[in-house]
C-alpha cells in the first residue's frame, strides 16, 4: 500500500518568521497569545443586585482595588461601603464614549474592570444630546431619524469599549434595566432588556456574554448565555 501524501500544519507555520514590515503576516499570531478579558451584559429589574454584584469584583484578591464605575443613574448607595471600588458619576455622552475611553487608553491606571452602569440611561444621555442637537418634533419628542442616530451613536459606543477590551486587556461590564411586556399571542409576560430593539440585538452580538439577574422571595439567581 502507498504512503499518504498528506501533511499536517500548525498556526505556526502560516506565521511569518521574517515578517516584511507592513505585510498583512505581521498581524498573523496564535491565538494563545490574545489577551484574556471580556465583555459582559448584565441585566435585571430595578434593585435585583446588579451594582452589588459588579462590587464584588474586588473580593477576589487579584481584582481588588481594580474596578471603576461609570455610573450613568446606576445604583451607586448599593457600593457605598466598598473603599475598594472606583466611582465617576457620568453625565454626558462625551464623557461616556470619549473622555472615559480616552483615559483607560492613555493614562497610568489601576484599573482591569470598567463598568457603565446603567447602559439603559448612557442611551437616554444619547438621545436627549440628539434631541437637543435639533433632531425632535414640533412637541419635543424625538423623532425617528433621531433615534435612528442616536441607535447608531450608542453601538458604536460598545464596539469602541470591546476594542478597549481586546487592545488593553481591561474587562468591560454593560448594565441595563428590564422591562416586562406581554406576548399577543400566548398571553406570556416576557421580560427583556430595557433597551431598543434595534440596539439590543446589536449589542448582544458584540459582547461575550449575556447574563440575566432574577430576585424571587429574596433569592438572587445569576441565569449566563454565552454568545
Request: aromatic share 8%.
Amino acid at each position: 500500500a502507498g504512503t499518504s501524501s498528506m501533511r499536517t500544519y500548525s498556526c505556526t507555520t502560516f506565521m511569518s518568521k521574517e515578517p516584511v514590515v507592513g505585510s498583512f503576516a505581521d498581524g498573523i499570531v496564535s491565538a494563545t497569545s490574545l489577551v484574556d478579558v471580556g465583555t459582559y451584559f448584565f441585566t435585571g429589574a430595578p434593585g435585583a443586585g446588579k451594582t452589588t454584584l459588579i462590587g464584588t469584583i474586588c473580593d477576589i484578591p487579584e481584582y481588588k482595588g481594580s474596578l471603576l464605575v461609570l455610573s450613568a443613574g446606576g445604583g451607586l448607595n448599593a457600593l457605598r461601603d466598598r473603599d475598594d471600588v472606583a466611582v465617576r458619576n457620568v453625565d454626558s455622552w462625551k464623557t461616556i464614549s470619549k473622555d472615559a475611553p480616552d483615559y483607560l487608553r492613555k493614562t497610568k491606571h489601576p484599573f482591569k474592570w470598567v463598568s457603565i452602569d446603567l447602559a439603559t440611561e448612557a442611551y437616554n444621555i444619547c438621545l436627549a444630546e440628539v434631541v437637543a442637537e435639533g433632531s425632535a418634533t414640533k412637541a419635543g419628542r424625538p423623532t425617528l431619524e433621531a433615534r435612528g442616530i442616536a441607535n447608531d451613536r450608542f453601538v458604536q459606543m460598545v464596539r469602541d469599549y470591546r476594542v478597549l477590551a481586546e487592545q488593553h486587556g481591561i474587562n468591560v461590564i454593560f448594565t441595563s434595566h428590564t422591562q416586562e411586556t406581554k406576548d399577543d399571542d400566548s398571553g406570556m409576560i416576557l421580560v427583556r432588556p430595557n433597551l431598543t430593539p434595534g440596539t439590543l440585538s446589536t449589542v448582544l452580538g458584540i459582547v461575550d456574554v449575556a447574563t440575566y439577574l432574577e430576585i424571587k422571595k429574596g433569592k438572587r439567581t445569576l441565569y449566563l448565555v454565552g454568545n
